[in-house]
């Protein structure tokens, strides 16, 4: 996490990146079956593009080890940001697998459909609530006001 958040912010000058700690959280499923993920995940923005980095934390089975495993760090996923049902029902129509899902804390359904064969990786979708999109307005604009140097990494609860 360390090194791609020196990448993306000093190489790349974007952000601030908010990082965080996710712990497990219940009803996580990973191709079919229970697992159990904790990850530490940070966003910032460039421009309007929001990235996302994430490092699993502990060994469950995930989405996240499966590209690993096969081709090291890196890219993994997109999202989209269309309604969550009207994405689900999209991808599986055209014969997507929802590789990955659960559910955040303050309710919002997640997933990432396994779409390597389309685009190389995967996509994901997530409900988006009134707190989600207010939190990630709150990163935009802590972003335009960014000089580019100073506290490229900070906490989420700043965003509070």
Not at 10 to 21: L, Y
Not at 130 to 145: F, G, K, N
Request: glycine share 12%; charged share 20%.
């Amino acid at each position: 996490m360390d090194s791609a958040l020196d990448h993306w912010t000093r190489v790349m000058g974007a952000g601030p990146f908010f990082v965080f700690d996710v712990p497990v959280l219940p009803g996580q499923i990973y191709r079919g079956e229970p697992t159990q993920v904790a990850m530490k995940v940070g966003f910032g923005f460039s421009g309007g593009l929001l990235i996302e980095l994430l490092q699993q934390t502990n060994d469950g089975p995930s989405v996240f080890t499966e590209m690993l495993d096969r081709h090291g760090d890196g890219y993994h996923h997109v999202m989209l940001r269309v309604p969550y049902d009207e994405g689900v029902e999209r991808l599986s129509r055209e014969g997507y697998a929802m590789a990955f899902s659960g559910t955040m804390p303050s309710g919002e359904r997640f997933a990432l459909f396994d779409t390597r064969s389309g685009n190389g990786g995967y996509v994901e979708l997530m409900e988006m609530s009134p707190a989600i999109e207010a939190s990630l307005e709150r990163m935009h604009t802590a972003h335009q006001q960014w000089d580019g140097v100073s506290r490229p990494v900070r906490s989420m609860a700043e965003l509070a």
